[in-house]
């Protein structure tokens, strides 16, 4: 999640929990199945992966830092080790750190599409795929499949204030689209 110029402080690590209902969108677009492994590799406090396995996933989760919830392993998704990755899940799924000017999550778009053949779904700022630096993971991309824009905006401090910014996924499925989706979701 991004704090654009302002006065906030960034929260350590960028732990911004996203709520339910903003994963629930994801999956009513892009259903998980019963026998999927999805990756979840920032998953915080789990408020994304516990949403993921309701709908029916198994979800391994992994993050650098152990907040509320215990991971399979503490992995450092952008420069931990390569022999320590997990084996082609079928999804990796995450509201990843953004970093200044969103370098982190470009930096985790990338790596997630190296590490996952399958659905790789991000939630990230709605203009992220405006940067003319990025045409590499959306129009020169082929397996670029959807992007959802998030009519109501999530609550990064889980206290039902609504934060300033709007959000939307991005989703690459396992193929080559043709056409990318444009689709909305709301709560
Ligand atoms: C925006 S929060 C999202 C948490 C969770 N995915 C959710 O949506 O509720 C970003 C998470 O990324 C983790 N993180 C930051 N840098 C990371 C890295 N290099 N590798 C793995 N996780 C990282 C943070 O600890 C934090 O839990």
């Given at each position: 999640?991004?704090?654009?110029?302002?006065?906030y402080a960034r929260a350590a690590n960028d732990l911004y929990q996203t709520e339910p209902w903003a994963t629930e969108v994801l999956l009513r677009h892009f259903p998980v199945c019963?026998?999927?492994?999805?990756?979840?590799?920032?998953?915080?406090?789990?408020?994304?992966?516990?949403?993921?396995?309701?709908?029916?996933?198994f979800v391994v989760t992994s993050d650098i830092e152990v907040y509320t919830k215990g991971h399979h392993f503490i992995w450092d998704f952008i420069d931990g080790p390569a022999?320590?990755?997990?084996?082609?899940?079928?999804?990796?799924?995450?509201?990843?750190?953004?970093?200044?000017?969103?370098?982190?999550?470009?930096?985790?778009?990338?790596?997630?599409?190296?590490?996952?053949?399958?659905?790789?779904?991000?939630?990230?700022?709605?203009?992220?795929?405006?940067?003319?630096?990025?045409?590499?993971?959306?129009?020169?991309?082929?397996?670029?499949?959807?992007?959802?824009?998030?009519?109501?905006?999530?609550?990064?401090?889980?206290?039902g204030e609504t934060g300033t910014e709007d959000h939307a996924w991005y989703v690459w499925g396992p193929g080559t689209y043709a056409v990318a989706h444009m689709l909305w979701g709301a709560k």
């Open positions: 999640m991004t704090v654009t110029a302002s006065n019963r026998d999927d492994v999805v990756w979840e590799p920032a998953a915080g406090a789990h408020l994304m992966a516990d949403v993921i396995r309701d709908y029916g996933a022999d320590q990755l997990l084996p082609q899940p079928h999804a990796i799924i995450t509201n990843p750190p953004y970093g200044k000017q969103n370098r982190l999550a470009v930096r985790f778009a990338e790596l997630a599409l190296e590490r996952c053949d399958g659905m790789v779904a991000l939630l990230l700022t709605a203009k992220f795929d405006f940067g003319k630096t990025r045409r590499h993971l959306f129009q020169n991309n082929p397996r670029f499949m959807a992007k959802i824009a998030l009519l109501d905006r999530i609550s990064w401090a889980g206290n």
